[in-house]
């Protein structure tokens, strides 16, 4: 009889050990492409209409977090930095999918990435790592001038 108590901590931390999911990718871009960080997230009993919020952040060394990107009820957010170069698709979140479309990658770009989806499911989070090559032109050199 003494175990039910103990029995259900334990079931409740396997159960948000669960729901609190962090998973980490990495991509690299030269300078002027395009990427998509990823970041998916269960859907499995999801309703059709569930509100879903989405957080894209980049950590500074300096400051607080960088908002680079937000979803929520029907209203978008963007840092100035990113503003007009970054896109999510309300429509994939249905199946799951919050990914950050990123154009015209610039070499300040390069560094973490956090993803927050909030859902009736619970939170998840997930980190990509972005790195910046930057196109340098070849360099000709005149032996022995």
């Known amino acids: 009889m003494g175990t039910g108590p103990a029995l259900s901590l334990h079931s409740l931390a396997l ?3 669960y729901r609190v999911i ?3 990718s990495s991509i690299t871009a ?16 999801l309703a059709a209409n569930q509100q879903v919020n989405v957080t894209w952040k980049k950590p500074r060394a300096d400051g607080p977090d960088l ?3 937000s979803y929520s009820l029907g209203m978008e ?3 100035e930095a ?3 170069r970054t896109q999510l698709d309300p429509e994939g979140f249905a199946k799951g ?4 479309r990123l154009r015209d990658v610039h070499i300040q770009d390069e560094g973490s990435y956090s ?9 998840r989070s997930e980190e990509t790592s972005l790195t910046v090559l930057s196109m340098t032109p070849p360099t000709m050199g005149f032996a022995g001038l």
Do not use: I
């Not at 993803?115 to 939170?123: A, M, Q, T, W």
């Open 77 to 79: 957010k963007q840092s």
């Open 30 to 45: 030269q300078c002027g492409e395009d990427v998509t960080l990823s970041c998916t997230f269960p859907t499995l009993g």
């Open 67 to 69: 908002l680079v990107h």
């Open 22 to 24: 962090m998973s980490q």
């Open 15 to 17: 159960w948000t050990l």
């Open 82 to 84: 990113y503003r007009g």
């Open 115 to 123: 993803c927050f989806v909030n859902s009736e499911l619970g939170p």
């Open 97 to 100: 999918d919050a990914s950050l």
